[in-house]
């Protein structure tokens, strides 16, 4: 029984708040590895383009709820979440038509696209901020939880509840759509393929006749409705509020690299091993030790292996090690 | 486009500068003054990295919050109590660090050919962690007990500030030697990137280890190099100066009271200015020196750099380190002139992009460049919001007072500064790549 109330307490508090932070994580990463792979540079406008699509998701949620129109117990953001696709999808074509393009044409140095997102980003920045403001927004409705941490209790008549918070579903069935989607897009159809091949081999596909623009219109656009799905599964589970958009490009780009950047697969695997490394390692044992072993212990100070403090702290310094022992990344991405 | 003069921009800026004074007020302009020079050295120091040898840190944060950091333990008095009660503990785990630091690189490198090398290090630095904090866990407890409210943590050693200017660019220096050994052999973006994580990693610590920042809880009242407002304002020589200064009109205490805060930026404008020439002659020195040719040698071409016998990776490290010096000095400066250490305060869009976009902006390549960047930036960056201001009751003046719209747009006049940095890095980096005052080329 006591077994059984360990496995139930670290599911709770670490298996599946990670996998939820982890497919947000991955949907993240896989976008900047989209970008870096077929357009062949490091994106930090990314971590603002994911605000602006939920910004935008945000706007069209209020707009629905003053109209009176819902989706029962789902969130209404589901609702509002191809509307500010689409918004997204216009932006991002908007800096590619406007800035990206002609330094492409240019074949500038990867360091200049790297300055000219920098540009971008704080522009999103600032239309972000102005547009809604830099606070805290919640914008979840409908019901918040599928199974509560007291119904467990009475029904299984266990000692430790388990939450599942219906973001949780959401952001798991959403991710695992997405994801089935878009691997299926890059490896069965005819542009998915010559999506791989241009990222692969830029002359080959040119010389085999694949057409760059095209492949740059469709990688934005699947970038915009990964960025816009990812930043709204995280404002459905968290809140919304710009700055945190911002920071979370930090564990997104770890995610990216550790997966081996360039490397759809790669960066997916990469969103969860972040995501786990940081709530594991972070996560107090106390309970779950006293759970297992036979006897009582007090000593606490050893029970959590870092503080929670240094949350994020953790996924830079796996990346750190990451780029000194394997610079391909864990699944071989671009050579460096 | 024209290149425009030096010389001409530095009197338009000083112009802007004088309006601001006349229009707003003086302690409006030298704070300005003041903080444009700081940001001239952060500018000047990540300049010297990618002007000159074409290194991408993004890690400046990191190095702004070790000088900060930095003041902390020179200037703040030390907390002899705290240091009974923790400081043996605290001391035994630092050497504690070294030594297992030395261990795992005398590992590496005696058996340089083991098999195991590798997890045998893993598994130390994995059990290093905990045991670090048994060691020092009860010290720390015990430190941060002592006067939480106004102490909590070691202290420094109660040196003159000015000291820890270059203490900052020492320890800025020994951690981007650090960092360096990490990461310079790394392609340009990845090098971006993990320096942006890295000095993420850094900012943490010296958030959260309050036995030795008071992290969050930040520390205020630093020692100043310039004299304090109210002892000016007490002292009869300072009035007499003042009396003399408006001897057309009658001196009351108000005009003590705002004088004497001019005259403390003053004092400041003074001890930066010197700095700053200081630092602009040694780095105008180094370019123009065949160490400065060959770092430009080395960013422009590497492989051939390396055909004439130059050990690149050496030279790029110790360029990395210089650069990291100087963005640690402006650090230690900036917290010396704010008066406070606030941990939580650095973040990367201030800390990083900003000294960014002054770089690009001014022109990398040039030291006057990267100074003009640094003054032309940190003015519009706090003139914006007057500006934006004004252009949008200009833009709206049909609407009412009290349209909704115009109200939004009024209260989020602060962030018009984000749009006019990201509109005019963009802006610049299509026209005119090189900046406004480009690298000057010099021929033979």
New interface residues.
Partial sequence: MDFINAIILLSNFVIVPSITYGSQLALGAIGVTLIYGVLR??NFAYGDLMAFGTMCVILFTWLFKSLGISLGILPTALLALPLGIILTIGVSLFFDRT?FK?YRNKKS????F???S??????????V??II??NDIVFMDGSRFIISAVDFKETTGLLEGLTIKSTQVITLITTSITCFVLFNFLNKTKTGKSMRAYSNNEDLALLSGIDPNKIILITWIIVSILATIGGTLYGLDKSFKPFTY?NNL?PI??AT?VGGIGNPLGAFYGGFVIAFSEIALTYAYKKFIFYLLPFSSDST??IQ???T??K??I???I??VV???R?QGIFKGKV? | MHNIDTKTSFTIMGFLLLIVGILQSWGVAFSILNLCLISAVMSMGVNIQWGFAGL?NFGVMGFLAIGGLATILVSVPPVIESWNVGGLGIIFSLLFLIFIIFLCLFINKRFSNAKYK?QIIFLIVVLT??AV??IS?PSIKLIESINPAAQGYLGGLGLPIILSWFVGGIMSAAIAYVIGK??LG?????L???T???S??IV??I??EEWLSRGVKNVIGLKRPAPYEVNLQNSEWFIKMIETIRFWGPTTKDIIISSSGIFVKLCFTVIFSITLLILLYLSERAVNSPWGRMMRAIRDNETAAKAMGKNIVKQQLNIFMIGSAIIGFAGAMLVTYDGLFTPSSYQ??RYT?LI??MV?LGGSGNNYGSILGGFVVWFIWIESAPIALFIINFCTFFLEYNNPIKLH?I??VP?????M???G??LV??YK?EGLLPEKKISF
């Fill in positions: 540079f490091a800035v002609y140095s990867p360091v200049t790297i300055v000219v920098l540009g971008i980003m704080f522009v999103l920045n600032a239309v901020r102005i403001g830099p911002f930090l780009f770890a690299i100070n050893l292996y870092i503080s403090d240094y994020f702290a996924s830079f310094a990346l750190v780029l000194i022992f610079p460096i | 991408i590798y962690i905990p904090k048994l866990g990490i990461c790394l392609r340009s973006d990845y971006a990137i993990s942006l994580l890295i993420g990693i943490s610590v958030k959260h990367p869009l992009f960014w976009v690009l747009l209260e989020s962030y018009f500064r984000y749009l940095m990201g509109v890095l963009l980096m299509r790549p």
